[in-house]
């Protein structure tokens, strides 16, 4: 695997259930990042994690539960989630050099449907 | 604040033709700039970054864009576009935060579709 991967593709929950995204870089950086992509809307950054701790929680629902056990590893648990959650929900990693991170590199996203 | 303007949703060229999309930011230190591309059902790839030097930057498949602190602005350009071009397109000003990180804000996008 090279670059960014997300897993699944394509989710579809119901506003009861439990699942989780995962997201995984293969590219050394140690910061990653959440977006949320919705139609008409500008991409929405929800968390940030840089050397595994968390630096950004952006108003975010506590429904979405960020988790970042390493430095190649994120996750984005949901839990009783409302239908106007449905997106693309996007996940990013970049390298921190010099006390900063420049370009971010995007993995294929997951498709998310609330039923 | 900062924030990312990009005034075209949609923009429809026929193949072959130029191209330039256009983008202003607002940001008081200097910027850096990104242009990202996003194909229907995918994540956003980096097409070029300016960072600092030269206000022209090359990037990749042929576009390139160019930087001019005076009007806040960092436009995209292609000389000839493929029928390959259509796509969403992105642009995006990194913004200093706590800790010294930076997050992307970006702007709405705008929606390329090239005609035959």
């Known amino acids: 695997e090279t670059g960014v991967t997300q897993t699944p593709r394509h989710l579809v929950m119901g506003m009861t259930n439990k699942k989780s995204l995962k997201c995984e870089q293969h590219?050394?950086?140690?910061?990653m990042y959440w977006y949320k992509q919705s139609a008409k809307k500008p991409l929405e950054l929800m968390f940030v994690?840089?050397?595994?701790?968390?630096?950004e929680n952006n108003s975010v629902p506590s429904r979405f539960s960020p988790e970042c056990p390493n430095s190649s590893h994120l996750f984005l648990h949901l839990h009783t989630l409302q239908p106007e959650d449905s997106a693309l929900y996007l996940c990013?990693?970049?390298?921190?050099?010099?006390?900063?991170?420049?370009?971010?590199?995007f993995g294929p996203g997951t498709r998310l449907t609330v039923t | 604040a900062q924030s990312v303007t990009q005034p075209d949703i949609h923009i429809t060229v026929s193949e072959g033709a130029s191209l330039e999309l256009r983008c202003n930011y607002s940001?008081?230190?200097?910027?850096?700039l990104f242009w990202y591309v996003q194909s229907p059902g995918q994540g956003l790839q980096l097409l070029l970054k300016?960072?600092?030097?030269?206000?022209l930057v090359q990037g990749i498949k042929g576009f390139e864009a160019e930087f001019k602190r005076s009007q806040s602005s960092f436009n995209l350009r292609k000389p000839s576009v493929h029928w390959s071009d259509a796509a969403e397109y992105f642009c995006a000003v990194a913004v200093l935060y706590g800790g010294a990180t930076n997050k992307l804000i970006f702007g709405t996008g705008t929606l390329l579709a090239v005609q035959p």
């Open positions: 994690y840089s050397l595994e701790e968390r630096v």
């Open positions: 990013a990693s970049s390298q921190r050099q010099g006390g900063s991170s420049y370009e971010q590199y």
């Open positions: 940001y008081g230190a200097t910027p850096y």
């Open positions: 300016y960072f600092s030097g030269d206000t």
């Open positions: 590219l050394g950086h140690n910061a």
